[in-house]
Every structure is written in structure tokens, then in C-alpha cells.
């Protein structure tokens, strides 16, 4: 692992990280079609050594700058593309993911045909939309054309941006030749779909005032969506009370978990001392990690709010917890990941069944895509952010 | 073009292997500009590499000094000597065999033998334990450990000297030091942007000093009466292809680098990205790449991070790492 390029700014290069990285692209493009003649040690002789690049591994915002999709708005999500149905909600004014997960599940499913628990009377037809290979990509980003790169270009847009395509440029790494072959080009960096789906999950079902997703609008937004007449707001005459919904823990449980996370030892290397991050008083964790994260999301979840929550949602929030423990495996089984592809979308299902749309953002429904990915480019550990993150630490020294 | 149109790499003297023509142009190349020197085995042309006899006779010859030299100094434990050895081969690589290379490599051979017989070279006469190198990689180590100044640093070298018995042979003060640890480097590129991001100054625009489109100068207005022009912002690039030749300089990672292939897999079982789907769809639609299992897989990371705690919001760097 070693840093190839150091681009310096104020500002983030956006899409215009095309222009920095042609010196590497083109070195690219020199070691894949002649290569390099090497001294290899270990043999004691002289080979031509070519490179190839397999991936890129990005957090989100990343994706859509280095892919040229994106990943912003209603079509966030790189692999359903146009054929989301996403759609923004009237009151919170975010992109919502919510309703949509139904068609990925098998056509006779039972979920499929439920009108009461899911959206308003609504059974589900459709089936999932389809998945591009590399080759269809290529001809599909073929069609736009070249754009200006330059900060002050900012403004200009291939023609129907954000309604039937999210493009906002042909990316630099499809002039590489292998590019269009490859079974996984950008990958989806688990690390922050981790730590971002267990921020959700942990601050609504703990109410964290002004990080839930539970909110007064989300409530207005409830009403529009489900037949859930307990969770509507009340008005009583000129004041307005929300209602706890059951997946939101009571305050003196809340204090449970504050202390029981107190008290927590972990072994050796395992965790940092999350104990040390706890505020019982104000009823708050500063400075969680990544990393930390990552060890509440696969370990604590199902322990922190067992026997507080009901429990078809403590039984959803298990599934979640173990689905990303299952995938971040070190040893994976072929035969298990297809498992684990029907299992991650019943869980989000039942997911929609107990939280409110504005819950729903595309990182809540990113995890659908990920079995695809560890399917293909194996194991994750080799495909996500840890590692780099560590490396930053050293260059910003 | 490229050669995915049809063309080929064209070895007349001038091309060096790096355009591809079509056939017409080559013949007419050749015929005007000649071939280009020590293009004996056709590497860029589908031959493989199999170094002749006298090749391997002076690559076995001086790999044999090399590795003898390299048991000794393990049995020193000098780190620092086997960096220097390993370094050393890249440029005997190049001296004798390489001839793609474009720097002159005999100067940065001549310093690397140079380095080498300051590592062998005691400190003074009769010193068994501390080469004129150790001492320097580790003043080296030190200054940043503890943030040292260079005046400082410069002070404590002086000091020592003192101490040290008449005729030791320990660099004079950090400049000089620095300077020794230069050619181990592998050096970087420095190319001016303005902060738009529209355009790069390099290569054939590298002596351009405004933007084709906007006009705009990509240096800064002078201040004062200083001459020197100070572009608005550098971009910092550090060329893959002498860190991958790197890797394979070191025994110990040269084996690693194999390690994807042999590796005993376990079917249904995936501990490595080479046993996952990507992996081997790339390799069977690339069988003149994956042919060869010493070539490198790479994956490419980026993203920003605030150099200056995370309050500094305004100020974000971006690093584009390469992992392999």
C-alpha cells in the first residue's frame, strides 16, 4: 500500500478528480499494455511486470465523484440507477428509500401481499430491477458526452440530471481497456455503511434529540404512508404531543443501556474503551469511531436492547447486526452468501414495517447490494476503508 | 490510436516504444530514424522475456556479490545496509539489463555503489558496530521522533563528532546527511494546477504558464521583488511504476507478491479477493496477463481528510492510495 498522489485544496475536487488523476491513469494504462522490466529477488532473473487496476474503494460521496454516477438525490443508489423509486418526502424534504425493498423478495413471498403493515394498501407486482454488466455501462456512458472540466463548469449538465439519469461525466478509469470487463469496477465501502446504518439505528431507537431519524416530520410524513393511527401526532388544542412509538426505548431504559455500556470491559485490542465514551448524566456517547461502530453494530446491538424492545423489532435489529457479522467474515462460505442476500432484504423489510420512511436513506439501502459484491470481489476486509483511514493518519503526520 | 485500434508500439529510435502507430508509419519510421538501441529481446511485441546467456552470467555474477554481501549483513542485523543492498539492485537491474530505462542510470548506479561502500565503511578505523550509514539512517529516525530542529540536530552531530575518535567519518551536519539519504528516495513529481481544477501542466502543457480556456496564470501575482513564481497549487504525484519495481527489490516482499496464486485455496471458500468471481473473470479474459503471476493487482483508493483536526473543515486534502 503505498500513496500514489497528493492532491492539496481548499475545497473538494469534486468531479474534477478526473484532471488530477491522468498522470495516473496514463502510467496505468503503460504498465497494462507494455509494462515495466523488472528485478525480481526472490527468482534472481528479469520479467516484464504489467499492472492492472481491479477496483476503486470509496465512501459514498467518493463513489459518485470517482464512477461519475451521482450519488446524490432521489437516484443515489449506483446499482438501481434510473429504475429507483425513490421519491422525497413532502415534509422531511429528503430522498426516501421506504416502500421500495418489497421487490426485491421472491415473487410469492408473504410480504408481498400485505397491505396493512407496509404502504397503504399497496401490493407489490414489480419485480427487481436489473443489474448492468460493464459492457452495458460502457455503451450507456458512451452516449454523454465530454465535459468541461474546471470548477466554474460546475453548473453544466447533460440533460435530464437527476430525473431519468444521474451522470455527471464519463469517468476517467473507462479509458483504461480492461475497465469495461470488470465484474466490479467501484466498491461499496462497508466501513461507512456500518458505522452510518448504526448511527441511524442507535440514535432513533435511543431518541437522540436532533440526531433521530423519528421526528416531528417524520410523523407528518408517517401519516401520508401508513395506517399506524398510535403514532400520528395528537393535537390537543394548541399543543402538539408525539406519541412514543414502541421501537423508541423509555427513558429509565435508556439509562439501563447509558449504565450497562458503562461498565463495559472489553479484551485486549478487541474495542476501544467504549465505557470511557459514555455520558450517563446527559444521556449521550461522544466520539464514537468507526471502528467502535463497527463492534456495537456486530456485538452490543442484540445484547444492549434485549428484553427492552419488543420483540419482532429487537428480532429485526439482531438480523441486521448478524447480517454485517456474516459479511465482514474473514472466511466465507460461497453457499452462505446467498443466504444472506434473501435474509438482508426480509430484515430490511421488517425494518420498513417498524420505522418511518424519513429512516429510509440510501444508506439503509445500500446493504441489499452488498452480498452482490462480497459474491464477486470477496472478502471485505480487502475492499473497505480501514486500512486507508489508518494511512491518512500517518500522511496528515 | 492505441492498440486496441491495430496499432503497434513503434521501436524506431525516437518512439522508443512508447506510441502506437499503424504498420505504414512504423516501416517509414524505421527506415528514416533507425532502430532503437538494446531492443534485443522484443518485450513490447508479444516475445517473452528470456535473458541470454551473457545476461544471466552478469545478472548470477552480480547478484551472487550482492547476496553474499546480504547474508553478511544479516548476520550484522543491519537493517539499514540491506535497504542500501536492495536499492543497489534496482540499479544494477538497470545498468545491465534494462534498456527502457530514461534517467542515466550510471550516475544513480555510481551513487548507489557509493552508498553501499559507506554502509560497509566503518565509522572510524578499528569500529566494529556502527557503519557511517547506520549512524545516519538513524540520526535520520530520531530528528522527526522527537521533533528535533535542524539547528539542533546540527549541534548533537557536531557534539559527537567531537567525542568521536580523530578521522571518524560522520557527516559534518544534517544537510549532509539528508543529501546521503537522497538517492534512496524514489522522488516524486511536482505539477502545477490552478485551483480551479480545470487543467493539469503537464506533460506537453508543462511549459504553458495559462489556461488554455479562462487565460488564467497558474501562478500566483508577485509579491515584492521576489522572482521566483509560486504556482497556486501543486498537485503531488509519486510514480507507481519504480514503487512496484520496489517491491520485488526486497526478498521478503518479492515472495508476497506471488502469494495470491499460491496460496492453497479451499473450493466454496473465500479468504482472498483471488477467490472471488472478479478475480478469476479478469484472469480468464486476460490469459496474456494472468500468464504471468508476478503482475499486480491493484486497487485504488481516495477520500478527503482535514489535515488540522476536524474543525479545520475548510481545509481537506485528498490522497489517492494504491494498495496491491
Known sequence: MFLSMFIPSPSSPGRNIDVCLRPLIDELMHMWSSGAL???????????????????????????????????????????????????????????????HRRFLPPNHRYRKNRKDFFVGRVEKDVAPPCLSGEELHDVVLEYGDIVFGLQSGKQKFSGFGLTHNWVKRSIFWELPYWKTNLLCYNLDVMHIEKNVFENIFNTVIDVKGKTK???????????????????????????????????????????????????????????????????????????????????MQTLIPLAFHDLLPKGIWDALTEISFFFRDICSNKLNVDHIERFETNIIETICKLEMIFPPSFFNSMEHIPVHLPFEVNVGGPVQYRWMYPFERLDITVAM | MNFTDGGIRCPCRKCKNKRFLHQDVITMHLLTKGFMEDYLCWYAHGELFVPN???????????????????????????????????????????????????????????????????????????????????VAQVFTIKPDHGLSEASCDKIIEWARSILPKGNKLKENFYAVKSMMKPLGLGYQKIDMYHNFYMLYYLENAKLTECMTYGHSCYKPRTGRGKTLVAYKKLRYFPITPRLQRLFMSPRSAEHMTWHQSHDAVDGVMVHPSDGEAWKHFNSINPHFSAESRNVHLGLCTGGFNLFGSFAALYSCWPVILTV
Open chain 1, 214 to 296: 423519528d421526528n416531528i416530520k417524520a410523523r407528518l410524513d408517517l401519516a401520508l404512508f401508513y395506517n399506524r393511527k398510535n403514532m400520528e401526532l395528537v393535537c390537543d388544542g394548541s399543543r402538539v404531543a408525539k406519541p412514543r412509538a414502541s421501537f423508541v426505548l423509555e427513558k429509565n431504559a435508556q439509562l439501563l443501556v447509558y449504565k450497562w455500556l458503562k461498565s463495559l470491559r472489553f479484551p485486549d485490542g478487541h474495542a476501544s474503551n467504549i465505557s470511557r465514551l459514555v455520558n450517563t448524566e446527559e444521556c449521550k456517547l461522544y466520539g464514537m469511531k468507526s471502528h467502535d461502530c463497527h463492534v456495537f
Open chain 1, 38 to 100: 523488472t528485478y525480481d529477488i526472490s527468482r534472481k532473473h528479469n520479467f516484464v511486470m504489467r499492472a492492472a487496476l481491479m477496483w476503486t474503494i470509496n465512501n459514498f460521496p467518493t463513489y459518485g465523484m470517482v464512477s461519475g454516477w451521482s450519488t446524490h438525490g432521489k437516484l443515489a443508489c449506483p446499482y438501481c440507477m434510473e429504475n429507483n423509486k425513490a421519491f422525497t418526502l413532502t415534509n422531511g424534504g429528503k430522498a426516501s428509500f421506504f416502500y421500495y
Open chain 2, 53 to 135: 546467456e551473457s545476461m544471466v552470467e552478469r545478472v548470477v555474477g552480480s547478484t551472487s556479490s550482492a547476496s553474499n554481501v546480504h547474508e553478511a549483513g544479516n548476520d550484522n542485523s543491519n537493517p539499514y545496509r540491506n535497504m542500501v543492498i536492495d536499492a543497489m539492485r534496482m540499479s544494477e537491474g538497470n545498468v545491465s539489463e534494462c534498456p527502457i530505462v530514461e534517467e542515466e542510470p550510471n550516475t544513480d548506479a555510481a551513487r548507489f555503489f557509493d552508498l553501499l561502500k559507506d554502509s560497509d565503511e566503518p565509522l572510524w578505523d578499528d569500529c566494529t558496530n556502527h557503519s557511517k550509514l547506520l549512524v
